[in-house]
């Protein structure tokens, strides 16, 4: 690396000092105007808080402080983000516009519903989408994340057993492939866990299956395509296996973007998924949110649909759209109706997209994912060597093993060039696991600059391995004590002495 001189230190020091360490006594943002209303009377000294130490800036440097401050982060407008099983694709700007229309701003969920008939008639058209595209029959929109989507679908099941005095069903299988949220959630929904094994070639191992089903059966837990970035080839008797003995199967749909045109859950023979609206559908997807998790059930389960669920009603050619509550609904997931800004995104991109447009979606993820692997399989380790879906794991494991590089180290290196990582160690099943997912919006010369990347990453590791140890380098802070950093968090400014 090149060294840097003196007033290049400086200014990159400048940039990362805090808005405390600029302050300055008698520095004013703004001068306000004198005041032209009666002066209030300040509230009681024991609630005011005299010694919060402010600071005192000028409008230019908080603006200069606030833009720096937001370059330091990766964006999916500024950078290619190959973060595995969570589809960062980029999100169109005209989705945005639409819903900032005041239309959809400025209504509110506690409104008479024949005032926001045309907020309602888009929900229920989107229910409709979904609907058709996974070949679920029943669609709530209600659910405000992927997570709270699964939680859903499992009290569902919990519900649909009791009702039938099934007491003893109490057990949920879920593949060792499966997202990590699924055991979660099953716990939460007062099941026992009861992990499943893959085969050699990722597949659920289906004798490992057999020997899991019984009585006590309430479900499998399944993501598709799995984490490993792999359809399942036994999907058809994993799902005949778990029916036949009476469970539920429930389909984690954060994967749905490479199924799309191609698969429909309902169709294999599902009785309840999630489709995260976020993710497949775009929405901006950082910071936590905002989510939307719609959970999508089948014959079986819909009239524990969770309330409220979007209806209609035709008379001739007039249409009305209310809120319903199903018959034996699990009740509410959040105070209102989900996040209709997300559900707004959704509706405008599946709606620009079409039925021809949806399906390309799925084509060009996998052909994306696929390029991506032949290309690099020669560099990294690939566990199972046969055709991925939207996503590709690689391993660093060879790396590690004669070079010490770790997949942390080629994921730290990554931002050097300007690329986010990808996520890391994960599937757990994988040793030092990278998982890649360029999404379908990424153009080939995009994609060929990662594979650079990543080959030039590899060579490194081989003849330089310190430097990927130090990585990154051109950050304004170098690596963290990730762990230290998670479980004793310092959220606190200190003035410096």
């Not at 749905?256 to 309902?266: C, D, E, K, Q």
Request: aromatic residues 8%.
């Amino acid at each position: 690396m090149a060294t840097k001189n003196p007033l290049q230190l400086k200014y990159e020091e400048s940039r990362r000092r805090l808005l405390m360490d600029r302050s300055v006594p008698g520095r004013m943002g703004v001068s306000l105007p004198p005041n032209d209303v009666p002066e209030q009377p300040m509230p009681g000294s024991d609630i005011l808080r005299n010694e919060m130490d402010f600071p005192e800036v000028t409008e230019g440097e908080i603006v200069r402080y606030f833009s720096q401050l937001s370059q330091f982060n990766f964006s999916i407008d500024h950078n290619f983000y190959p973060l595995g099983s969570c589809t960062m694709k980029y999100n169109p700007k005209v989705n945005d516009e639409v819903a900032g229309l005041r239309g959809f701003t400025d209504i509110h969920p506690l409104q008479p519903e024949s005032t926001v008939q045309g907020a309602l008639k888009l929900m229920w058209e989107l229910q409709e989408y979904l609907a058709e595209i996974t070949g679920m029959p029943g669609v709530s929109l209600a659910p405000m994340a992927g997570a709270d989507g699964e939680l859903a679908g499992m009290l569902m099941a919990r519900a649909y057993h009791l009702e039938r005095g099934d007491t003893q069903r109490t057990k949920v299988l879920i593949p060792d492939s499966a997202h990590g949220t699924n055991p979660a959630t099953a716990t939460m929904s007062g099941f026992e866990v009861v992990t499943l094994p893959s085969d050699a070639r990722g597949d659920t191992d289906l004798d490992a299956l057999r020997n899991s089903v019984g009585d006590d059966l309430a479900g499998l837990m399944i993501t598709l395509p799995s984490t490993l970035g792999l359809f399942d080839s036994n999907i058809d008797q994993v799902v005949k296996i778990v029916r036949d003995a009476g469970g539920i199967v429930y389909g984690d749909g954060a994967n749905l973007n490479a199924l799309l045109g191609r698969v429909r859950m309902g169709d294999l023979g599902f009785d309840v998924m999630h489709s995260n609206l976020h993710k497949t559908f775009t929405q901006p997807h950082g910071g936590g949110g905002p989510g939307s998790g719609p959970v999508l059930v089948g014959p079986r389960l819909l009239p524990y649909l969770p309330t409220p669920w979007v209806t209609r009603r035709a008379d001739g050619e007039d249409e009305t759209f209310s809120f319903t509550t199903p018959e034996k609904s699990i009740g509410r997931m959040a105070a209102f109706h989900g996040n209709f800004g997300a559900l707004v995104r959704a509706y405008a991109y599946i709606s620009t997209l079409g039925k021809e447009g949806i399906a390309a979606i799925s084509d060009d993820a996998v052909l994306n994912a696929n390029y991506v692997m032949s290309q690099l399989k020669d560099d990294y380790d690939l566990p199972y060597d046969r055709v991925c879906m939207h996503e590709v794991v690689l391993s660093a494991r060879t790396l590690k093993r004669q070079h010490g590089v770790s997949a942390l180290d080629v994921a730290k290196r990554l931002i050097d060039y300007g690329i986010h990582p990808p996520t890391m160690y994960f599937p757990l099943i994988v040793e030092e696991a990278l998982m890649v997912e360029p999404t379908e919006t990424e153009s080939k010369e995009t994609l060929d600059y990662f594979i650079e990347v990543m080959k030039t990453i590899a060579r490194e590791a081989r003849d330089e391995p310190s430097l990927l140890h130090d990585a990154p380098h051109d950050t304004p802070n170098s690596r963290l004590d990730e762990a230290r950093a998670a479980r004793q968090p310092d959220l606190r400014w200190r003035r410096q002495t």
